[in-house]
């Protein structure tokens, strides 16, 4: 059963007592640290029950030390089919868990339009908030939702899940931290892909026409690109073609394409919403990097990560995680008082892209990035 979602993380059986399923359980529990000690209890809520609400509460009521008191949904029967999967109460006002003092962390998990008068209620609250992608649609939104986290002492977290994907999180640590001796040297130039077929947008979604390309794929995109550089975007130029999905009355991009120049590098992004369902994955990736010593690549198949340095390496990591560990991986830093692994700043800087990329198809030129 392949996900109604764009991500690079393959599907994950659901059932335990399957070997495969356990055998990540087990793997992702020692990455985040758990051991085998049962870590401080975390009260979580979620806001939002569509395809990844459900991720986020799932992965709350199977992490270690962590308890799923609220789900939020405009429908309160679709809060409570999901909260009554989990012990946990229904609400369709978020006022209720705002004032929940066994509340420590809530989900943003609403549609990308609506991430930020959610976010700042709860941060306001004094509630730590992990944010689906994007943070916000402007980067005005985002630096509120910083401010709002800052003055109320919590954390901000944005959930870029990519970034735990295995052969990405290895083509990372090849760049810059190579520890072998090995150096690609500095990043030059980048390549990323990522695409629908196209009932993501006719079927699964019925706000499409409220997002595109732009806000729903490439906010993986624009930060992988920002994390995989670890430079700071300048300026952006966009393409887009508008037809397919305008023509079944879906008001959106059906392919964009921009180059993004950094302060010492340029990366390409590339996105269609309008993959065959003939396509035989949900989504279509790939990643290609240049440096000044080597390339390495990245695809969604079997393939998974090549690096070509001093030397021609395909190295082995895993096929597919489940899209639970960065959730928890939220939940163990914030019983360990750790700060968050991808931050409020982190998410201001893909909005920051995809916010000049926005402009630029709009105008036509050359716009700059504003940070």
């Known amino acids: 059963m392949t996900r109604p979602w764009p991500s690079l993380i393959r599907p994950s059986p659901r059932k335990r007592g399957n070997w495969e399923y356990d055998r990540v359980a087990r793997v ?32 709350y009521s199977q992490a270690p030390g962590c308890q799923l008191r609220w789900v939020w949904s405009r429908d309160l029967a679709h809060a409570d089919a999901i909260a009554a ?3 946990a109460r229904p609400t369709n006002d978020w006022g209720q868990i705002a004032a929940d003092p066994s509340v420590d962390v809530v989900s943003i998990a609403t549609p990308d339009f609506a991430h930020t008068e959610p976010a700042l209620a709860m941060l306001k609250a004094g509630k730590h908030v992990l944010c689906e992608k994007p943070m916000a649609l402007t980067t005005d939104e985002c630096r509120q939702m910083i401010a709002a986290a800052e003055r109320s002492g919590v954390q901000l977290m944005v959930n870029f899940h990519n970034r735990w994907y295995p052969a990405l999180a290895e083509a990372w640590r090849r760049v810059h931290q190579p520890g072998d001796g090995l150096s690609l040297g500095a990043p030059l130039m980048a390549y990323l892909r990522l695409s629908d077929r196209i009932e993501v947008a006719t079927r699964w979604l019925p706000w499409a026409g409220q997002s595109g390309p732009v806000w729903f794929l490439m906010p993986h995109i624009a930060d992988l690109a920002n994390w995989m550089l670890g430079q700071t975007p300048k300026r952006v130029f966009a393409s887009g073609r508008k037809g397919v999905l305008a023509g079944l009355g879906i008001d959106c991009y059906d392919v964009v394409q921009a180059q993004v ?17 003939c396509w035989p994955n949900i989504n279509e990736f790939s990643l290609d990097l240049h440096c000044e010593h080597g390339k390495l690549a990245v695809t969604g198949d079997q393939e998974n990560l090549v690096v070509a340095g001093q030397r021609y390496e395909h190295p082995f ?32 800087r893909a909005t920051a892209v995809l916010q000049a990329l926005d402009r630029s198809l709009a105008s036509g030129q050359v716009e700059g990035v504003e940070l």
Request: glycine share 14%; proline share 6%.
């Open 28 to 59: 992702s529990r020692v990455a985040l640290g758990y051991g085998g000690l049962v870590p401080t209890t975390i009260g979580a809520a979620v806001i939002g029950s569509g395809l990844y609400g459900r991720v986020h509460a799932r992965a």
């Open 85 to 87: 999967q989990y012990g």
């Open 261 to 277: 120049v950094y302060d010492g590098s340029f990366a390409t992004l590339e996105s269609s919403w309008i993959l065959p369902e």
């Open 317 to 348: 990591t895993l096929l597919w995680l489940t899209e639970d560990v960065p959730i928890q991986a939220f939940v163990r830093c914030l019983q360990a008082g750790k700060p968050a692994p991808v931050s409020g700043n982190d998410g201001l």
